[in-house]
């Protein structure tokens, strides 16, 4: 079983930053995946970030220039820096775990972000 655990969303003005962590717990595959979706109501979940255990880096173009991706392997958490952020940034954003090159997912609870002033 893996678990993962979201913290760190809440109400930021427009403009401002947040930082959300995730710290992931049991079996977790040593090659893997781990990085954030969102989802906005209405909405399809939709990738954020993405970082592989081996520093690979993916963005969605929304994110790319605003948010930051980071993770501690020691640790098993993954880091999402967003600053400049703005009211269609409101979403819960949820954290994910996957063996690299198999598409199953283990998912979060999620965080709500909400963006407004």
């Known amino acids: 079983q893996v678990q993962l655990v979201e913290s760190g969303g809440g109400l930021v003005q427009p403009g401002g930053s947040l930082r959300l962590s995730c710290a992931a717990s049991g079996n977790i595959p040593t090659s893997n995946a781990m990085g954030w979706y969102r989802q906005a109501p209405g909405l399809q979940r939709e990738l954020v970030a993405t970082?592989?255990?081996?520093?690979?880096?993916n963005y969605a173009d929304s994110a790319k220039g605003r948010f930051t991706i980071s993770r501690d392997n020691a640790k098993k958490t993954v880091y999402l820096q967003m600053n400049s952020l703005k009211p269609e940034d409101t979403a819960v954003y949820y954290c994910?775990?996957?063996?690299?090159?198999?598409?199953?997912?283990?998912w979060g609870q999620g965080t709500q972000v909400t963006v407004s002033s």
């Open positions: 994910y775990v996957r063996r690299l090159f198999t598409e199953y997912k283990y």
């Open positions: 970082m592989t255990t081996t520093g690979g880096l």
